[in-house]
């Protein structure tokens, strides 16, 4: 069960938080997913895919790196640190393109049931994104 929630929490990073490849969504998430953090997006999977889209649309380059994942089998959860980094390309939160590189991190926890992904829980280091993107000021 170890390697098969290490397996899907990795497929996911490099599907969706390496390539932007949101329709991955539909494939590895149940289809009553509940994303807890799902920011000004609905929070089932259409709104999920939807704001991966939406992110790739900003950044198209963006790219996350797993610095670590941990996994409880018992309540089949994965835990994973990522730092990513991208190009301000798009619009963003009401932000034109600044065609500056941002850099942030955060983590994720999955809980998988029935071998799908039925919930998402994700903070990001939120503050640090919109200073790099003159939005906030702090």
Do not use: C
Not at 60 to 68: G, S
Not at 97 to 114: D, H, Q, Y
Not at 128 to 138: E, F, S, V, Y
């Amino acid at each position: 069960m170890k390697e098969k929630l290490k397996t899907l929490a990795q497929h996911w990073m490099s599907e969706l938080w390496q390539k932007g490849n949101a329709a991955a969504v539909g494939e590895m998430h149940s289809a009553n997913f509940i994303d807890w953090a799902p920011g000004r997006r609905k929070g089932d999977r259409d709104g999920f895919a939807g704001g991966v889209k939406d992110f790739y649309k900003a950044f198209p380059d963006f790219y996350a790196a797993v610095e670590e994942i941990l996994i409880d089998e018992a309540l089949e959860q994965v835990a994973i640190r990522w730092a990513g980094s991208g190009t301000h390309l798009g619009a963003y939160l009401g932000v034109e393109p600044t065609g500056k590189r941002i850099a942030f991190r955060g983590i994720e926890i999955l809980t998988v049931s029935m071998g799908k992904i039925s919930e998402r829980w994700g903070e990001w280091d939120g503050m640090d994104l919109l200073r790099q993107l003159g939005i906030w000021k702090g």
